[in-house]
């Protein structure tokens, strides 16, 4: 069986839906897991999407995806802007890691402008709202291909 893309979320993510919604969408975050599994499924992925509230925890989701995952997506939301911890985490996996957010960061207030994250991750999205996530999951799905086993010509 092949190994899932795993989805994290951080802190306040479980608010989707009705925390500022004219920022975040009205997309619950159970919608967008929905979503996801779908369109993944679409591209023959499956996932393991989990949140928490928690940083020590999300470093510990960080870690189980670099022993049992084939890409990992993560939205750190305020972690991204705090913690060198989840930066070191991410560091330490070699799977492929893509950052995404709802919003766009750079537009927002200048305290979300810097991420720790995304110098740890092959790339990052934001500002497509719920879509950042299937975007992620698309890229994903690329870098996963592309790190496949190679055959000799």
């Given at each position: 069986m092949a190994r899932p893309l795993f989805i994290l979320n951080g802190p306040n993510l479980n608010l989707l839906g009705?925390?500022?919604?004219?920022?975040?969408?009205s997309a619950t975050l159970s919608d967008i897991e929905a979503a996801c599994a779908e369109h993944a499924s679409m591209l023959g992925l499956t996932i393991d999407f989990r949140q928490t509230n928690h940083e020590g925890v999300l470093i510990d989701h960080v870690q189980d995806a670099g022993r049992a995952a084939s890409a990992l997506i993560i939205n750190p939301a305020g972690y991204g802007h705090t913690s060198v911890a989840l930066h070191d985490a991410l560091k330490a996996i070699a799977i492929p890691a893509i950052e995404i957010h709802l919003s766009q960061p750079a537009a927002r207030e200048a305290f979300r402008h810097h991420s720790y994250v995304s110098s740890a991750v092959s790339g990052t999205i934001s500002g497509f709202g719920a879509r950042s996530y299937i975007l992620g999951i698309e890229a994903a799905h690329a870098l996963i291909a592309a790190s496949g086993p190679k055959t000799k010509a």
């Open positions: 009705t925390r500022e919604p004219e920022i975040y969408g």
